[in-house]
């Protein structure tokens, strides 16, 4: 097969043997190509074989290093993913979680969550449709799922099979959650702070809970189920905080012992503070406040308030688990932001445990922007 083919020059070449997957648009010479074309690229003594994206800013994603992948190909590398989750999830009463996870899985672009029965199949960029239709073949021949489907906004195709009912309830290590995949944040649900969930649950036995932005309370799901004494549950979002009410009473919890509040999460720390009401253990899970290098200042900004106004409200030797799935601030970027959130607080903080995303979403050596949620478990203390 003869391939389009574009010289980077000798300076790139350490990135193609590195296997990063990326290749910026302003590294390419001009060229005539089309979007979802494949093409090869050398540097010196190194090539690398990727699909061309004409809008994205990452202007070629690179899969393989001689040849353009085939079927089988991509078969692989799905067995590979799912090789990886059936040894995770086997044992734990899980159907729910990444089954591919784009780039960490040798596939640059693609996501695929699987919910009970449903894959929930994203793309990244327009040239990424040209290789969907193989996933979509190699996905179907190693599970029995009832339908594949996609979501752009509120709209979910389904791409093969059928469309899922408009709440699916999915097991979470033995947890039951609500999950909607029409019209619910990420796929439906914030897979990636499985782990993180059950690391905090063992500290809430007997506390008194604080959980902002909650979406639908899958964090309060796990404080209340390791016997947490009260949690408090609050996200801006109604539909959020309702089905949260009904996580709690579909596990067994009786709702009315906690509290499901619709509220600014600023605003109500901001009360809190104001008012001296304080709780053992905070959980402080934001969205991501940057969507480019321009506004990573102005997002650890905010994280720095944000957290400044959460410590406050943490009792004396309490803890706090604060994370970031900003992918412009590092982990050492989000722990200065944490010291200097401490210090404006005139309070101590000890770090007991750190984390970023779930196994399900792997990182390679050769890819570390892989690793964009930062977790944080520290005790607050008072200053000395």
């Given at each position: 097969m003869s391939l389009p083919t574009l010289n980077l020059g000798k300076g790139l070449e350490p990135a193609l043997l590195s296997g990063h997957p990326w290749i910026y648009r302003n590294h390419l010479p001009k060229h005539q190509l089309r979007s979802g074309e494949w093409l090869r690229l050398e540097a010196a003594k190194a090539q690398a074989i990727g699909l061309y994206d004409g809008e994205s800013a990452i202007a070629v994603r690179l899969f393989r290093k001689e040849k353009v992948p085939d079927y089988q190909w991509f078969d692989a590398r799905v067995q590979e993913a799912l090789e990886l989750r059936e040894s995770l999830f086997a044992e734990r009463d899980t159907n729910a979680y990444r089954l591919i996870y784009g780039e960490g899985d040798y596939l640059p672009g693609i996501t695929v969550d699987l919910y009970e029965r449903y894959a929930v199949l994203q793309s990244y960029a327009q040239s990424i449709k040209t290789i969907v239709p193989d996933v979509i073949k190699a996905v179907r021949s190693k599970l029995k799922l009832r339908g594949i489907v996609t979501r752009e906004?509120?709209?979910?195709?389904?791409?093969?099979?059928?469309?899922?009912?408009?709440?699916?309830?999915?097991?979470?290590?033995?947890?039951?959650?609500?999950?909607?995949?029409?019209?619910?944040?990420?796929?439906?649900?914030?897979?990636?702070?499985?782990?993180?969930?059950?690391?905090?649950?063992?500290?809430?036995?007997?506390?008194?809970?604080?959980?902002?932005?909650?979406?639908?309370?899958?964090?309060?799901?796990?404080?209340?189920?390791?016997?947490?004494?009260?949690?408090?549950?609050?996200?801006?979002?109604?539909?959020?905080?309702?089905?949260?009410?009904?996580?709690?009473?579909?596990?067994?919890?009786?709702?009315?012992?906690?509290?499901?509040?619709?509220?600014?999460?600023?605003?109500?720390?901001e009360d809190y503070v104001k008012q001296r009401r304080q709780f053992d253990v905070v959980i402080l899970d934001p969205p991501s406040l940057a969507k480019s290098k321009k506004s990573r200042f102005a997002a650890l900004r905010a994280y720095q308030k944000l957290n400044a106004l959460a410590l406050k409200c943490v009792k004396s030797g309490g803890l706090i688990a604060t994370a970031s799935c900003t992918s412009q601030v590092s982990s050492a970027d989000f722990k200065l932001m944490l010291a200097q959130a401490a210090s404006s607080a005139n309070l101590r903080l000890q770090i007991i445990h750190e984390a970023g995303q779930a196994a399900d979403h792997p990182v390679p050596a050769n890819f570390p922007e892989g690793r964009y949620l930062k977790f944080v478990l520290a005790r607050v203390l008072p200053l000395s």
């Open positions: 906004g509120q709209d979910l195709t389904a791409l093969w099979g059928k469309l899922p009912p408009p709440e699916l309830t999915v097991s979470e290590n033995g947890l039951k959650l609500i999950a909607n995949l029409f019209a619910g944040q990420k796929s439906g649900l914030f897979l990636d702070h499985r782990d993180n969930r059950a690391t905090v649950a063992p500290y809430c036995k007997d506390k008194t809970v604080l959980n902002l932005f909650s979406y639908t309370g899958a964090f309060s799901l796990y404080a209340a189920k390791a016997g947490a004494k009260k949690v408090t549950s609050i996200d801006v979002t109604p539909a959020a905080i309702e089905d949260a009410r009904r996580n709690f009473a579909l596990n067994g919890f009786a709702a009315d012992s906690h509290a499901f509040i619709t509220a600014d999460c600023f605003k109500a720390l």
